[in-house]
Structures are given as structure tokens and as C-alpha cells.
T-cell receptor
Framework: DTGVSQDPRHKITKRGQNVTFRCDPI?????LYWYRQTLGQGPEFLTYFQNEAQLEKSRLLSDRFSAERPKGSFSTLEIQRTEQGDSAMYLCASSLGGYTYEQYFGPGTRLTVT | AQRVTQPEKLLSVFKGAPVELKCNYSYSGSPELFWYVQYSRQRLQLLLRHISRESIKGFTADLNKGETSFHLKKPFAQEEDSAMYYCAWSFGNEKLTFGTGTRLTIIP
């Protein structure tokens, strides 16, 4: 296990198109988080899952965004009708539940909307 | 509003000099506080957290509840410490709230 992986690493799309990103967490981790990072800012929380249940969604997550974790393993983040303001680095992280707080981050997917 | 503030976007320090990266938080309660680091071309990773009270790579951070601060310190900077540093807090094993980060550059 080489850690959290994300695919693709880079995505360039035209405004209005739909995009989907995938995150594969560390295998025994039951919590999975999505964050978004724009230039000059720290990562901002989007949503997180405990196994397959989506437990919290940020107000940043508009109706155009949807995330799933269907079998409690990998997760997908879909953005519909992309806008230029969606251009950012999308980060995934995973952690064990309970009292182990460390979140392990993936390399991120850089989205550019033209 | 509950937030983490890192007042310095950029910090340059000479090799061998002490380093202090500032972090202030505003939260009523007992959050968990962390420092995350991102080295060039690497992923974001945990450096240390306040409950561990440990020193990692020579760095320490003490939670000062009176000043609501969690500053990161190292007595003697090394060139490999150049990186982006983020202070973050969490309540329970849930979402992290990050500061805007400080880019630390160690001058040889």
C-alpha cells in the first residue's frame, strides 16, 4: 500500500463540461475526506465519509458537486457544468476512525477550467 | 467565527537561526491542533499535533490556551526545513480547518 492515491493528477476541461475524480484511500481507513485548495489558500473542507455514509457537506459544495463512496472503499467527486471558479487542487485524505486523528493526504488532482 | 490565523505568508530565516511560525486560533472549546507541512513536489503530511507533545524533525509546538496560540518552533533551522507549513484544527476526528499557510525559506 503506497498511501492515498488520486486519479487523474491533472485535468483540463472546458467550462460547462462534467468532470469526475477518483480517490483510493489507505485500505483499512474508514474515513475519507475531500478538500479543495486554491492558490494562496490552505485546503478547505468539502465533505467526508465514514465508510459509505456521507456525514458532512460544506456549504462550499454546491448542487453541482456530488461525492460518493459506494462500497466504503474508493470515492468519486463529480463536478457538473464546471465553471472557471472550480479551478483548484482537489485533495483527498483518509484516516482511521476513533481516536487516531491523523489524516493522510493524496497527491491531489489539479483541475483547470478554461 | 472559528478559524486559524497564520499572520505570515512568507518567512525567511538563515540556516542555524531559530524558527518560529505563528498560529493563532479562535474556537470555544478544546480543539485538536496540528501542524501540516508540504515539501516541494510532495504531498501534504502531518508534522505534529498538540496532544502528542513530541518533537518531530526538531520542531515543537506548545498549545497556549491563554493566548490561543500554537506556534511552531525550531531552535536551529536547516535547509531541508524549507517548505509550506499549515496550522490546522479539528474537533473530534472530523474535518480539518486550515490556515492560509506560511512559506518558510531557509537561507544557506
Amino acid at each position: 500500500d503506497t498511501g492515498v492515491s488520486q486519479d487523474p493528477r491533472h485535468k483540463i476541461t472546458k467550462r460547462g463540461q462534467n468532470v469526475t475524480f477518483r480517490c483510493d484511500p489507505i485500505s483499512e481507513h474508514n474515513r475519507l475526506y475531500w478538500y479543495r485548495q486554491t492558490l494562496g489558500q490552505g485546503p478547505e473542507f468539502l465533505t467526508y465519509f465514514q465508510n459509505e455514509a456521507q456525514l458532512e457537506k460544506s456549504r462550499l459544495l454546491s448542487d453541482r458537486f456530488s461525492a460518493e463512496r459506494p462500497k466504503g472503499s474508493f470515492s468519486t467527486l463529480e463536478i457538473q457544468r464546471t465553471e472557471q471558479g472550480d479551478s483548484a487542487m482537489y485533495l483527498c485524505a483518509s484516516s482511521l476512525g476513533g481516536y487516531t486523528y491523523e489524516q493522510y493526504f493524496g497527491p491531489g488532482t489539479r483541475l483547470t477550467v478554461t | 467565527a472559528q478559524r486559524v490565523t497564520q499572520p505570515e505568508k512568507l518567512l525567511s530565516v538563515f540556516k542555524g537561526a531559530p524558527v518560529e511560525l505563528k498560529c493563532n486560533y479562535s474556537y470555544s472549546g478544546s480543539p485538536e491542533l496540528f501542524w501540516y507541512v508540504q515539501y516541494s513536489r510532495q504531498r501534504l503530511q502531518l508534522l505534529l499535533r498538540h496532544i502528542s507533545r513530541e518533537s518531530i524533525k526538531g520542531f515543537t509546538a506548545d498549545l497556549n490556551k491563554g493566548e490561543t496560540s500554537f506556534h511552531l518552533k525550531k531552535p536551529f533551522a536547516q535547509e531541508e526545513d524549507s517548505a509550506m507549513y499549515y496550522c490546522a484544527w479539528s474537533f473530534g476526528n472530523e474535518k480539518l480547518t486550515f490556515g492560509t499557510g506560511t512559506r518558510l525559506t531557509i537561507i544557506p
